[in-house]
């Protein structure tokens, strides 16, 4: 046998496993989870109608909350709704207040950040490690729509579970849903989302109404 015919079963033989090793497999849940990490870190002001429902299985009865949210880096806030009429909830990054016109009360709070802070209130204001504190353990397209259901890793967390849909191109939050420690359904819905290139600091600063009780939270 000639050295040519010798080399080449040999180098066949070598190549065979390369050419057998199947190509890695595609990632969908693992994509999406990272586009929603990269758009939780909020580096620009994002303003949006939103809508919130609270779902009572036991009493059979819905509550909705509804008006516009404007949204900034630093965990700044500015919630103005539309139902109920009046209400408003603002956050500065370091203290939020929010007033309940019915009561003529202020509620007010040093902002809690880190794990301390509740999950929403942190995946909004883009102060979430998210690939530190869940993994998606699915994902379904819904059109130009990813939903993504997370498991929360915190031993201690209330809520075990959530569903985020996204849009599928960019990671954008546009709705979360999830249980309470009750069993109380729990939805926020963002729609019209807009992205001005600034927002006046005033937007995020508190102006307390006349005549109001003030109420020193923990």
């Known amino acids: 046998m000639s050295r040519r015919s010798t080399v080449l079963p040999l180098l066949?033989?070598?190549a065979a496993p390369f050419a057998l090793a199947e190509a890695p497999q595609p990632d969908p849940c693992g994509e999406a989870f990272s586009k929603l990490a990269q758009a939780s870190r909020l580096s620009a002001p994002l303003r949006a109608h939103f809508r919130h429902a609270l779902t009572a299985p036991a009493l059979n009865q819905t509550e909705v909350e509804e008006g516009t949210v404007t949204l900034a880096?630093?965990?700044?806030?500015?919630?103005e709704y539309l139902q109920p009429e009046g209400k408003l909830a603002v956050a500065d990054g370091k203290t939020s207040y929010l007033y309940l016109p019915e009561d003529r009360e202020v509620m007010v709070q040093k902002v809690v950040s880190g794990p301390g802070a509740p999950l929403l209130f942190r995946l909004l204001s883009g102060q979430v490690r998210l690939q530190e504190e869940a993994r998606c353990e699915g994902m379904a397209l819904r059109g130009d729509r990813a939903v993504l259901t997370l498991e929360l890793l915190a031993p201690d967390a209330e809520v075990r579970r959530i569903e985020v849909m996204?849009?599928?191109?960019?990671g954008q939050v546009v709705q979360v849903r999830y249980k309470d420690g009750i069993g109380n359904e729990v939805s926020l819905t963002l729609s019209e989302l807009e992205r001005p290139q600034s927002v006046p600091e005033?937007?995020?600063s508190f102006r307390l109404p006349a005549g109001v009780r003030i109420v020193q939270g923990d």
């Open 12 to 14: 066949l033989a070598l």
């Open 73 to 79: 880096p630093g965990g700044k806030m500015r919630w």
């Open 166 to 170: 996204t849009e599928a191109a960019t």
């Open 202 to 204: 005033s937007t995020f």
